[in-house]
Each structure stands twice: as C-alpha cells, then as structure tokens.
C-alpha cells in the first residue's frame, strides 16, 4: 500500500524529532517576552486517557489540533502538533457563542525549533455555563506560528462533543447478530471472534464480543492468499465509559478481491492499549 504524501510528511517530521535534528532559522526575535498561559495545566504528549484516538496516522489529517470536552463538562482539552522545542501556549479561550468557543495558541520568542511534529496537550477550564447541554459543541482554534515574529494565523475547527467515534473499515457496525446467523451453542461462554459469509460471499460478517456500547475499531483487512484472510482490530482509545455489558457485535465487511471459492480461514488479531493482543485463526463459515 502506497504511503499518502501527507503523512509521509508528517512521519519524517516525527522521525526527525527522534534524531535529534534542529534546524535553525533565521528571524529577529530574541527568547524574551513568553506569552503567558490561561490553561490549567500544559504538558508534552497525548494523554494515554484520552477519549478520542491520536491523529497521526490519520491520512485525513494535516497536523490540526484536536480535542474534547471532558465527559463532566468541566474542562476542555486541545492537543495541538508542531515543534517540541517552540510548542505551543494556550493564551486565551472566550465564548463564541452557545455552541462554540475560541481558543489562542501562540509561541514563544524563539531563534530556533527542532522540525518535528510533537503533541502538547492543553487543558483548560470550561467557561462559566457553556458546554452543559447536549451540543454538539466546537473549538475554533487560532495557531499564531509567531517564535519568528509576526505570521499569519492558521484557524481550524476542533469537535469536543459528541466524541468522534473511532474509525473503522467496516461497511456497518451492528448491536448483535443478524438473523440468518447462527452462533454455536458455546459461543458466549467462550467469547471468541467468528466469521461468516454474506450472500454469495459479498460481504464478510465478523462477531466480536464485549461491550456493545465499545466495541473494538477494524482497522485493516488484507488477502494473505486466495484460503486465507488477516483482520485487524485496532485498541479503542482508553478515556471512555462503557457499558458493563457482553454481548457480541457484527462488523461488515467488503471482501478482498481474489479470495477463491473453497474454504477460506480468517487470522484476527484484536489489539489493546499497552500493546499486548489477541490472536485467533477461525474458519469463514457460509
């Protein structure tokens, strides 16, 4: 699979960061005169807590900031991306209107910024009576990319509520299991993915089970051979609250071109937060 120009740009700035690469530019401006923060707390990173998945491997993604409304309605969180040496500081939030706010974030005088692509996670206090509905509620957030002097603000509009859901490659991602689907006997006691057809194999129905108000993202569906598929479900991001249910959720599937007529298995791994996984090897069942 081709790598998209955009986040083959964004990768090489992360790897840039790795190797330690600073670039200097020229410009007039000395390290004094830091614009000061109204956030209530800036830090390096994306929160491993987080209720929305990280962007970076997005391909729809452009280096925006991202962003939410905690789930108490009691702050806002914007995790924009840029140099780690010239991050950004949040310097201002005002209401817009009911459903949106403004939010600035500038830079500090600089003479040189490493040329990476790291996130900063703002934190910040939700204005006084805003955001207590059920919205959908945004951020219009203003980038002054200023460590050099005066440019020109970048304005993009971050989402915070309703939380974006993750993103997945299937067609549907249905509560339960549809009716011409028959699921063994032992099949909950169990709690193990199944597979099965769709009329004349145009589809492919994948059950996992767990929590049907989160279940696990598909992220990717490839043909190993014309007998064998591999299916992979990405870790949901760790700031949401799920139903303490367990019952199983039917992921729909377009079918990969060339997979052949005969018996065909199907290789799922079901990744989680931490980086450990599941793995299973289960027979499509028509």
């Known amino acids: ?31 004094s ?22 962007p970076l491997f ?40 009911d459903a949106t706010v403004a939010i600035e974030l500038r830079q500090a005088p600089a003479q040189a910024c490493t040329d990476d692509l790291g996130p900063r996670t703002h934190v910040l206090a939700v204005p006084e009576g805003w955001g207590q509905g ?7 957030v203003t980038r002054a990319n200023d460590a050099f002097g005066a440019a020109e603000p970048v304005v993009t509009t971050t989402v915070l509520w309703p939380w974006p859901e993750p993103a997945t490659i299937a067609v549907q991602t249905l509560r339960g299991v549809p009716d011409d689907v028959t699921l063994p006997t032992d099949a909950l006691d169990k709690g193990e993915p199944l597979a099965f057809w769709g009329p004349d194999r ?48 039917t992921h729909v599937l377009e079918v990969p071109a060339g997979v052949g007529a005969d018996a065909v298995t199907l290789d799922v791994r079901i990744e989680q937060r931490g980086g450990s996984a599941q793995q299973y090897s289960i027979p499509i069942a028509d």
């Open 33 to 54: 005169g830091a614009p000061s923060s109204v956030a209530l707390s800036e830090a390096p990173g994306f929160p491993a807590d987080a209720p929305i998945s990280e």
């Open 134 to 140: 059920e919205g959908p509620y945004s951020a219009e």
């Open 202 to 249: 145009e589809a492919l129905r994948v059950i996992t089970w767990g929590s049907s108000s989160c279940p696990p993202p598909a992220t990717l569906l490839t043909l190993v051979d014309e007998s064998r598929l591999s299916l992979v479900f990405g870790p949901l991001p760790g700031g949401r609250a799920c139903t303490a249910d367990f019952g199983p959720t």
């Open 1 to 31: 699979m081709r790598t998209p120009a955009r986040l083959r740009a964004l990768t090489t700035g992360a790897a840039a960061l790795a190797a330690g690469v600073v670039i200097a530019l020229t410009g007039c401006a000395g390290t």
């Open 58 to 97: 997005d391909v729809d993604w452009s280096g925006e900031p991202v962003g939410w409304l905690a789930d108490d309605r009691a702050t806002i969180t914007i995790v924009s991306y840029g140099s780690s040496s010239c991050p950004y500081l949040a310097t201002a939030i005002e209401v817009i209107d």
